[in-house]
């Protein structure tokens, strides 16, 4: 059976089987060395994009932007006092509206409910560019990422310390998906959503993947070859930033912690990083770092979907 992503939406990792992970994974390799062999494909010449930003973004709005004129689209930004949903009018009346000029809608906001309510509404693909729940667009560029520097993602050993926040989530669903040995290590009453952890540990059970959730940093890091961290304080939750410095100071990515992991393991982080809180100069900047591959990545992984998606 032919694998095919046509007219579908993606708003969290779960949405899609190992499959279809495994056709956008392919694509961005083979778009990726086509694109810097000189090809030049425009296959969404002729269509229009909405990208909707109610968080700021420097990475996914750029990397957004730049992936629809590469694939011949027009980018329409509505951000700030311009964005789509913040004239009182309902959510599905704009989602209504956007569809009848624009092929896809990408939507960065807070509650997963507007995304599920817009997906629901609007008759053309609509893609998660974060929300308070999930960020699987960044997900596939570290996939990308990974499986270009390990050449392999089934069997790896992923550690992820820190916030059991959005980029938790999305390597839960990604490393389940993908047959990954996904550790998570949180303070306490920080861990990840209860009801991702179930339903990444039932996707794990049909991948071989492995999940453990649990508050010891060196435990999750020992042996991993890949550890991940985030910031401890995601956007919305600014005013708990100076209480959250006291319960997350155990997990700072730091060279010690590194030193728990296999020899080689590489540091990723989705940017933006807030050094010597959750990182420190000395990881962020060594060899093992490959933080602005995956940005770079965000680009390729989302011109794969975009293109995936719109065929
Ligand atoms: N990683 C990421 O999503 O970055 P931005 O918030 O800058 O878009
Ligand atoms: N967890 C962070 C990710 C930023 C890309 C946030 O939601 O702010």
Not at 23 to 38: M, P
Request: aromatic share 4%; proline share 4%.
């Amino acid at each position: 059976m032919t694998t095919t992503l046509a007219g579908r939406d993606l708003l969290t990792l779960s949405d899609f089987s190992p499959a279809e992970i495994r056709l956008v994974l392919d694509t961005a390799h083979s778009q990726k060395a086509a694109w810097a062999a000189g090809e030049r494909d425009v296959p969404l010449t002729g269509m229009a994009i909405a990208l909707i930003f109610e968080k700021p973004s420097v990475r996914t709005r750029v990397s957004f932007e730049v992936a629809c004129a590469r694939l011949g689209a027009t980018p329409v930004v509505l951000s700030g006092s311009d964005s789509a949903f913040s004239r009182g009018e309902t959510v599905a009346d704009t989602a209504r509206v956007l569809e009848r000029y624009c092929e896809a809608i990408v939507l960065r906001t807070f509650e997963q409910a507007k995304l599920d309510e817009v997906a629901r509404t609007a008759r053309v693909p609509v893609v998660n560019s974060l929300s308070d729940d999930h960020h699987p667009c960044q997900g596939l560029a570290d996939l990308l990422t990974i499986e270009e520097h390990l050449g392999r993602l089934e069997g790896v050993k992923l550690a992820y310390v820190g916030d059991g926040n959005n980029m938790a989530h999305t390597y839960l669903h990604g490393g389940a998906l993908t047959g990954m040995d996904v550790r998570i290590a949180t303070p306490p009453g920080f861990e990840p959503s209860t009801s991702v952890v179930e339903e990444a540990t039932a996707i794990a059970a049909t991948t071989g993947a492995r999940i453990a959730v649990g508050h010891d940093a060196a435990a999750a890091v020992e042996g991993a070859d890949i550890v991940a961290t985030d910031t401890w304080a995601s956007m919305g939750q600014e005013d708990e930033h100076a209480e959250r410095l006291r319960a997350f100071a155990p997990f700072r990515v730091d060279e010690t912690l590194m030193s728990c992991g296999a020899g080689g393991a590489l540091f990723i982080h989705c940017l933006p990083a807030h050094r010597g809180e959750e990182v420190t100069d000395e990881v962020i900047e060594s060899e093992c770092s490959v933080v602005f591959d995956q940005a770079e990545n965000r680009m390729h992984a989302q011109k794969a979907l975009l293109s995936l998606l719109l065929s």
